[in-house]
């Protein structure tokens, strides 16, 4: 059985920071590619940011580029989400996801977390 945990969220003024943790456990995930999914109230799942198998390679979308870093442990069970310069339409639900697929999208996703509430106040 593979689970993904998420850890870390949080509520958070503006302009802090929060560092998102997802470990990985039931499966060989080393080789996998992890992501971070955030999901507002009304709004559709969307892709953060992304981390090869190798944690060689990482993808951001526009919206948090430049703030938000991905990264992995050296066993590649556990991917974190460091989260810098938060803004209040940062507020979601944050969800980790791994895919066996050299890239991750809502589509191919294998596994997901349970989830992980970050809320950022104005």
């Known amino acids: 059985q593979v689970q993904l945990v998420e850890s870390g969220g949080g509520l958070v003024q503006a302009g802090g920071s929060l560092r998102l943790s997802c470990s990985a456990s039931?499966?060989?995930?080393?080789?996998?590619?992890r992501g971070w999914f955030r999901q507002a109230p009304g709004k559709e799942r969307e892709f953060v940011a992304a981390i090869s198998g190798s944690g060689g390679s990482t993808y951001y979308s526009d919206s948090v580029k430049g703030r938000f870093t991905i990264s992995r442990d050296n066993a590649k069970t556990t991917v974190y989400l460091q989260m810098n310069s938060l803004k209040p339409e940062d507020t979601a639900v944050y969800y980790c996801?791994?895919?066996?697929?050299?890239?991750?999208?809502?589509?191919?996703?294998?596994?997901w977390g349970q989830g992980t509430q970050v809320t950022v106040s104005s």
């Open positions: 996801a791994a895919a066996t697929e050299g890239t991750i999208t809502i589509r191919n996703v294998d596994a």
């Open positions: 039931g499966r060989t995930f080393s080789g996998f590619t």
